[in-house]
């Protein structure tokens, strides 16, 4: 009989209680038995949501995040607050996010304030988690006991519970070795606390273990290798089953260290590693159980069940006991529940698996394994039923699209002249002085914004009125801009919530969610949009704001748009098409705003990729192939326009040691990018590659509330300088300006201005 189990499940709540409870708490508004009892409350119902499962993963909830649990559990806390007095969860949030509750702050002298952990992303989600820290001493002592306490808690409830943890080469892997020692170096030490909480979760009454290991499916050297059969040939003596985790992609060159490890299980992602099953079959030794991640835990489209069944019979009656089945990876990455939604279209709503639905295919697909297809013939019925109208629905295909798309070539992705002589004439019409000034696009989100906003979303204020309320705002900002000096304007974005949102609302083959929140990080969650259909643009998206930006000054107004690759990489996309497909969809759909704003008079248009980067794929080996088409649908969007047209990107980011040919290969005019706390090094990757367009390297860190004097702006360019030559550089902020207040923004670019008056003076 097949064994149906889940890897993890949504700890943020369908209605985001968890979202709420944090916050309130952190606010000081309520205590923390308040806290703690929403915890236990979620997971009971997450408890109950799973029931029928045989095995269902506890130590997957989390108040924060579930490598920062790890952290704690192996007693690795960084240095700066391991004189913390008081509560260990006020200390855990510590640690989470530089501070704990505000008002109830009883350690403010001694142990108040912090560094919080860096964040980063896990694997390729857009989940956040923080980062261990290491150096050559840290030492690791076992604390077991938010782990022991869930594991009680379920099994109390009845809860066949399989607690979850990360494996130690995967926590080592994601870690930051602070003094630059080597993290495979603390091994030996890491090992012992490992085995003394395999060895508490049996006593406590754990049969199985997961130990998620998906560093697995990326590119692993020797060393790393030997490290995996090191560590889990010492962690076979303990008496528990170990069910070893991977997800998110394929094992390949580790499919003979996966399938030789000395476990009882090995879970792997049948959806984006379907190709490592075969040669697994016959790696894996006979009485090693195989998991098969065969739903889908990274998108929200119901499985294809008929065709799952067809896959897995023969494997079920090759494999017998042995073979269970599970969502690819947890469903941290997917919203809670699809019943939610009462706005979502019908047809789409019936193409549609959130978690809870997720996990109701899972069932199913145990049934059809254990009694046969005919046990559920209703529900398979059903399931095929709403494929097939999916599959033919004139709502997802649309054939003058796909005609569009199939004449791209070449030449649509080009620029009429190479970029010295489109600079020449560009600098001919703008006349803009040397080390220009700009912003990065948005300015303060002020709260008549989003009053105007919400109102005409509850129908309070009528169209008209908001536009009147958003022109009002457009004009303030260009006011601003003229009192400030600076010399290319935006025009602010208040219209816009979210950056791909706003384009999404827009575009045919869209859907948006009212609750499908995603966790991104601790009580921060996203709702993507969910690309569904065919993207066409009925409409032009931004022309009106911006030429009525433009009417209101002589500086030249900057067109602002979201890249295809960005509107790609924050949604919910496609599995009927190549991610590839949808992107050049989205980018002739730009393409038509770009050519739209030029005629509108527009010279200069700002086309954001800020989620370029992360689109890379796990391996690096698959970067070049993203990179083409991420490239090329970046140009096929901006490149129609005339020599004189000048077009901007911006990436709020840093690195780009490893991508700088594809980034110049996207020949914008000019790039801005994140660089103020980097101190101008990270140009270094322009400086050496050449990069022959200009180049705007942020000066003003706006993710703080510091304002940036001009002195450290002069500084900044000057390093810049010894970098790009000079006549090639712009001055301008690291990102959008939206979270911040206008009280901060002027004086920082006041500042900015004067900085570069004074760099201008000095040339
Ligand atoms: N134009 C956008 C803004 O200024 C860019 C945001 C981003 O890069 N994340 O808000
Ligand atoms: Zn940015």
């Known amino acids: 009989m097949t064994t149906i189990h889940n890897l993890g499940f949504p700890r943020i709540g369908a209605r985001r209680e968890l979202k709420f409870a944090l916050e309130s708490y952190w606010k000081g508004e309520t205590s923390r038995e308040a806290l703690t009892t929403l915890g236990a409350a979620l997971r009971r119902r997450h408890w109950a949501d799973q029931a029928g499962l045989d095995l269902v993963p506890v130590g997957d909830f989390s108040f924060y995040d579930q490598v920062l649990d790890m952290s704690f559990a192996l007693g690795n806390l960084p240095e700066r ?5 008081g509560d260990p969860l006020d200390n855990y949030f510590r640690v989470a996010r530089g501070r704990s509750a505000q008002g109830g702050e009883a350690h ?7 560094a919080a952990g860096e964040m980063t992303k896990w694997f390729d989600t857009n989940y956040h988690y923080i980062v261990p820290e290491f150096t050559a001493q840290t030492p690791f002592t076992l604390d077991a006991s938010r782990l022991l306490a869930q594991l009680a808690e379920a099994r109390e409830q009845g809860v066949d519970a399989k607690p979850v943890i990360i494996g130690p080469l995967t926590y080592l892997a994601l870690g930051k070795a602070k003094d630059g020692s080597s993290k495979l170096d603390l091994l030996p030490r890491i090992l012992p606390a490992y085995a003394q909480l395999l060895d508490a979760l049996v006593e406590a009454g754990a049969q199985w273990v997961q130990i998620d290991e998906p560093v697995l499916v990326t590119e692993l050297d020797a060393d790393w290798q030997h490290a995996f059969n090191l560590a889990y040939h010492e962690l076979k003596g303990c008496r528990v089953k170990i069910l070893l985790a991977t997800y998110f992609g394929q094992l390949q060159d580790n499919q003979y260290l996966a399938a030789n490890l000395p476990v009882a299980g090995l879970h792997v992602d049948a959806i984006n590693g379907r190709d490592d099953i075969r040669p697994l079959l016959n790696l894996l030794s006979p009485h090693k159980v195989l998991s098969l991640g065969v739903i889908n835990g990274r998108n929200i489209w119901k499985t294809d069940l008929n065709a799952v069944l067809d896959w897995l019979e023969p494997l079920a009656a090759q494999l017998g006991e042995r073979l269970w089945i599970a969502p690819s990876c947890s469903l941290l990455h997917v919203p809670v529940d699809l019943a939610n939604e009462t706005k979502l279209d019908g047809d789409i709503k019936s193409w549609l698996a959130f978690a809870l639905q997720k ?15 005919d046990a559920v013939k209703e529900a398979l019925a059903g399931n095929a039923a709403a494929l097939a109208a999916r599959r033919s629905s004139p709502r997802v295909h649309a054939p003058a699209v796909q005609a569009a798309v199939a004449k791209i070539d070449a030449n649509l992705g080009r620029r009429a002249s190479a970029y010295a002589q489109r600079a020449r004439k560009q600098a001919a019409l703008l006349r803009l002085p040397a080390y220009p000034t700009t912003t990065i696009g948005s300015f303060p989100q002020t709260p008549e914004i989003r009053h105007a906003r919400s109102a ?3 129908g309070t204020l009528d169209s008209a009125g908001y536009q009147a309320a958003m022109q009002a705002e457009i004009a303030r900002s260009v006011r601003e801009q003229e009192a400030l000096g600076l010399d290319v304007f935006v025009h602010g974005e208040a219209e816009r919530n979210d950056m ?4 999404g609302e827009q575009l045919e083959g869209y859907a948006f969610s009212q609750n499908g929140w995603v966790q991104s990080y601790g009580s921060r969650c996203v709702k993507p949009p969910i690309l569904f259909g065919d993207i066409s643009r009925p409409q032009p998206m931004t022309v009106a704001w911006t030429a009525y930006a433009q009417s209101l000054t002589d500086k030249p107004m900057k067109g602002m748009l979201t890249g295809p690759v960005t509107i790609l990489n924050w949604s919910f996309v496609r599995d009927d098409q ?7 969809q989205l980018a002739l759909a730009i393409r038509a705003e770009v050519l739209d704003l030029e005629r509108a008079g527009v010279r200069v248009i700002q086309i954001d990729e800020a989620a370029l980067r992360e689109g890379l794929p796990l391996r690096r080996a698959q970067w070049g192939e993203y990179l083409d088409w991420a490239v090329e649908s970046f140009r096929i969007a901006a490149n129609g326009v005339r020599d004189e047209t000048q077009i901007h990107t911006h990436m709020c980011y840093s690195e780009f040691n490893d991508i700088i040919a594809s980034i110049a290969g996207m020949d914008a005019d000019v790039i801005t990018i994140e660089t103020s706390r980097s101190d101008m090094e990270l140009l270094d ?13 942020g000066v003003y860190d706006i993710h703080s509330p ?4 001009r002195e450290h702006i002069v500084g900044l360019m000057t390093k810049a300088a010894q970098r790009v030559p000079a006549e090639r550089l712009w001055v301008n902020p690291d990102c959008g300006l939206k979270t911040r207040q206008w009280a901060e923004v002027l004086p920082a670019l006041a500042n900015m201005v004067a900085a570069a008056k004074e760099l201008r003076a000095a040339a």
């Open 81 to 85: 607050v391991q004189d913390f007095h």
């Open 108 to 114: 403010a002298a001694c142990c108040g304030g912090v």
């Open 359 to 373: 996990l109701d295919e899972l069932r199913l697909l145990g049934t059809a394994l254990r009694d046969g297809r």
């Open 456 to 458: 005409f979303k509850a």
């Open 500 to 503: 791909v949102e706003y384009f």
């Open 578 to 584: 190549p991610r590839a497909a949808s992107c050049r």
């Open 685 to 697: 990757a322009f400086d050496h590659f050449r990069y022959p367009n200009q180049i705007g390297p």
């Open 706 to 709: 510091n304002i940036p004097s």
